[in-house]
């Protein structure tokens, strides 16, 4: 069998740090690999708009945006196939057969979907296309065959749906889809960052982010925002290392070179954490070495970000031939789908 992956994000904004460690680093490590047969990286326009149906122009302006993000990180399109969702009509078919496989409370009973639900404030307003979007999901999944979906924690309860709908799919009609695998971050730390606030996510919604393209003086500006310990009041005191988003960031993004190059006094995070959890060492010190860190890793990704905006209509170009391969792959699976439901009357 083919080793496969399927991953994306919603054109809803810029993406952020929070995406970087959580998934977009990972996927290029995965891309350059060559462990896998086929990678397809989805922007996720259509499932954006179950909750911006009317604000339309809020996801199309941010297509470009995210793929931007996406090939400054290192997405190669002669590597991984980048496409946009919406132009694969054959995922909407997908859904809609799978919708008769999934009850109404296995729907509720999604962490992840009550957990965005609340986020949204929606209550019982909840638009069918949003409240749905696991279902969606799978037939993201599904229809490229992935063997392997890179996924923060939160999305676990989304994979282990889709699982169930191959499941029972392939048990009432016939083994036509696969059954996907969740890769996780492989940094606890990367899993889930929080925002610069201290929230338990980073979301766009927010306001707590720091966006890939964010200019230097922004992130710095962010990062002595940052919430660290509220009792940390003297740089005498002891300091706590839990809560403190600083530290977070630190266990995402640092490693000993950094140290070497930017805080010599110190050999790698574990004594630096020691220091600050004794007492003797100010908050400030701590966020200027993660500025530093932050900005070692960014700063090209910015560069190249800004060198790649030169040309936008190059970059709608491929999200366009990425499109017509992308359907192409699903179209062949749709066709397996209606076979295999003996709905394919006229073949």
């Known amino acids: 069998m083919k080793k496969i992956i399927l991953t994306g994000d919603r054109p809803t904004g810029r993406l952020h740090v929070g995406h970087y460690v959580g998934s ?14 086929e990678i397809y990286i989805m922007i996720a326009d259509a499932q954006a708009l179950t909750d911006n149906f009317d604000n339309p122009e809020k996801v199309r302006k941010n297509i470009s945006e995210v793929a931007l993000d996406y090939m400054s990180c290192g997405l190669d399109p002669s590597k991984s196939t980048l496409f946009v969702q919406s132009y694969i009509s054959e995922l909407t078919e997908l859904t809609f057969y799978y919708m008769n496989l999934v009850t109404l409370s296995r729907l509720k009973r999604n962490p992840t979907v009550k957990s965005e639900i609340s986020m949204r404030g929606f209550n019982t307003s909840i638009p069918v296309g949003f409240f749905t979007y696991p279902i969606s999901q799978a037939a993201d999944i599904t229809a490229f065959k992935a063997t392997t979906v890179p996924v923060g924690e939160d999305q676990l309860p989304m994979i282990e749906q889709t699982r169930e709908i191959v499941r029972s799919f392939n048990s009432t009609y016939d083994e036509v889809l696969v059954e996907p695998n969740v890769l996780l971050p492989d940094n606890q730390a990367c899993m889930r960052l929080p925002g610069i606030d201290g929230k338990a996510k980073m979301s766009k919604s927010l306001g707590n982010c720091i966006y890939l393209s964010d200019s ?6 962010k990062v002595m925002s ?36 930017h805080l010599p006094d110190y050999s790698c995070l574990a004594e630096l954490k020691e220091h600050y959890t004794k007492g003797g060492l100010g908050d400030v010190k701590v966020k200027k070495f993660l500025y530093a860190v932050l900005m070692e890793e960014l700063d090209p990704i910015r560069l190249r970000r800004e060198e790649l905006a030169k040309d936008i209509p190059a970059v709608m ?19 397996e789908v209606k076979a295999a439901m003996q709905i394919n009357y006229f073949e």
């Open 317 to 335: 170009e491929i999200l366009k031939e990425g499109s017509i391969k992308a359907r192409e792959v699903a179209a062949n699976t749709l066709s």
């Open 24 to 37: 977009l680093k990972r996927r290029v490590e995965l891309q350059n690999s060559g462990e896998y047969d």
């Open 216 to 221: 230097p003086e922004d992130i710095r500006k």
């Open 226 to 261: 940052m919430y660290t310990d509220p009792d940390h009041i003297r740089i005498e005191d002891p300091g706590k290392l839990e809560g403190n988003t600083v530290f977070t960031y630190l266990d995402a993004f640092c490693n000993d070179e950094h140290f070497a190059n």
